[in-house]
């Protein structure tokens, strides 16, 4: 799936709050990060097949860099920095992954860290970075070595709920790929059979059938050609408990608030280039995890994909939410998640013609990839200094030129932006638009209609204060 303009790769950004030795991050690294033997490896291709092959004279000096920037440099300059590294391939004779360890950052550090997708997807990647991290500034680990049995542990994937109809859905989805070569493909060849199939098939076919037919979103200035240069940006973390607030009085859900803050932001930004934003609705994709968390530690990619309509032409940031929320409900128990895995699957088996055809097919409809990934929610600590922040950003896939990431952390919410120059050179904009947003939505709830004549029912104060 990589592109020119578009590599596969996932970067991400922490910031400490002690300084760092280059040597002892290495240490860190070497004990932690490569007891995942797959980060020995090399993705190796040969006629048309892609294989994994470690790699030879391995030099972890290659891959933990230090890097300075310009005295008294804060926050613009590294975002400037992560722009950069977000744009530049990693070198392919080599693992693809490295450590950048930016030092003297605003009297602490920042490790700027860049990984290929197809060594892991994000849930994965969020559980290689528990099992790095201590509890304290000596330990213990926070989280035990990575274990192989199954366990009782609760999927904390914010989107996971969209799967949780579909039962075994990587069985599904293997079988679902040996048909769609046959079968999707001819469909999207002949749309009347689409239509016929969407009336009268089973509901996985009619769930195939509408992906066919499924036209392209609005025509932003958000959509276009990627050239390859990146930036990338960042917002002020929100505390999460407010979020959670405005969601218990509003009747939404934490996703709901988040998306339609991003929705807001995306509006407010063309609103203020002069676009007009009537009727105007974008599609992001965003990935839904089809896997138990216990087999996270085993890497690899194991997600599905949605197609999410963000109305961004509504301007009120409540009817903007319950928009949103109408969306999200209407995918619940939707067999896209499990189509789309096995579409990826079947343009991992299939021939580049048809490898190119089905990424086309799955970006053409949409304008942004966005995802939601929930991190640790208790301070956590890295070669010995705390990590004040966390923020990675989304590859995007074809010819989309966005992507927007959500992490939750330590008690707050961190949003992040990554897009073509060619597209929208000025993603702090969208950024700091979504902080506006959501104090926005904040006051609108404030100075809404209160449902109730004089304090809130018993029952709904016994709620409200057992969520606190």
């Known amino acids: 799936m990589d592109r020119p303009g578009n590599p596969m790769m996932i970067c991400g950004v922490l910031l400490l709050h002690e300084r760092v030795e280059l040597e002892r991050l290495k240490a860190t690294i070497a004990q932690r990060f490569l007891r995942f033997e797959r980060f020995l490896d090399c993705p190796v291709q040969q006629a048309g097949m892609a294989f994994w092959g470690r790699a030879r004279d391995f030099d972890l000096a290659a891959h933990v860099v230090a890097i300075r920037l310009p005295a008294r440099a804060g926050s613009r300059e590294l975002q400037v920095l992560a722009s950069r590294l977000a744009g530049t391939p990693l070198d392919p004779s080599r693992p693809l992954w490295q450590f950048h360890l930016v030092e003297h950052y605003d009297g602490g550090s920042a490790v700027i860290v860049r990984i290929h997708h197809c060594y892991a997807d994000g849930i994965a990647l969020i559980q290689v970075m528990l099992s790095m991290t201590d509890g304290g ?82 025509p932003t200035r958000f ?167 966390l923020m990675f950003w989304v590859p995007q896939s074809g010819n989309i030129g966005m992507g927007a990431s959500v992490i939750s952390f330590n008690g707050t919410v961190q949003f992040g932006l990554i897009t073509d120059c060619a597209i929208c050179p000025d993603p702090h904009e969208i950024a700091s638009g979504f902080a506006e947003e959501f104090e926005t939505l904040v006051l609108t709830t404030l100075l809404s209609p209160w449902p109730w004549d004089g304090d809130l029912p018993p029952q709904v104060a016994e709620e409200a204060i057992a969520a606190h």
């Open 137 to 218: 500034p000596e330990g213990p680990p926070s989280t035990p070595p990575p274990k192989t049995h199954a366990s009782n542990a609760r999927e904390p994937d914010l989107f996971g709920w969209l799967s949780q109809p579909i039962g075994d859905a990587l069985k599904v989805a293997g079988k679902v790929s040996g048909v769609l070569i046959e079968k999707g493909v001819a469909l999207w060849q002949d749309p009347g059979k689409a239509v016929k199939l969407a009336q009268e098939g089973s509901a996985l076919t009619r769930e195939i059938a509408t992906l066919a037919m499924m036209g392209e979103d609005s």
């Open 223 to 389: 959509k276009g050609i990627p050239g390859g240069t990146k930036r990338v940006s960042w917002a002020e973390p929100i505390p999460l408990d407010e979020i959670k607030t405005v969601g218990k009085a509003l009747g939404a859900s934490v996703n709901d608030v988040l998306l339609a803050c991003v929705a807001g932001a995306m509006g407010r930004y063309l609103a203020a280039k002069g676009d007009a934003l009537d009727q105007v609705m974008v599609r992001a994709l965003v990935p839904v995890n089809l896997r138990p968390l216990e087999k996270a530690y085993q890497l690899g990619n194991q997600f599905g994909l949605v197609f999410l309509a963000l109305p961004i032409g509504i301007r009120n940031p409540i009817e903007r939410l319950y928009a949103v929320r109408h969306n999200m409900q209407a995918l619940k128990g939707s067999y896209q998640p499990v189509l789309a895995l096995g579409l990826l699957a079947a343009m991992g088996a299939g021939p580049k013609v048809l490898q190119d055809k089905l990424l086309e097919v799955l970006a053409r409809n949409a304008t942004a990839v966005m995802t939601n990934v929930p991190g640790p929610q208790q301070a956590r600590y890295i070669a010995g200094a705390r990590i004040d922040s």
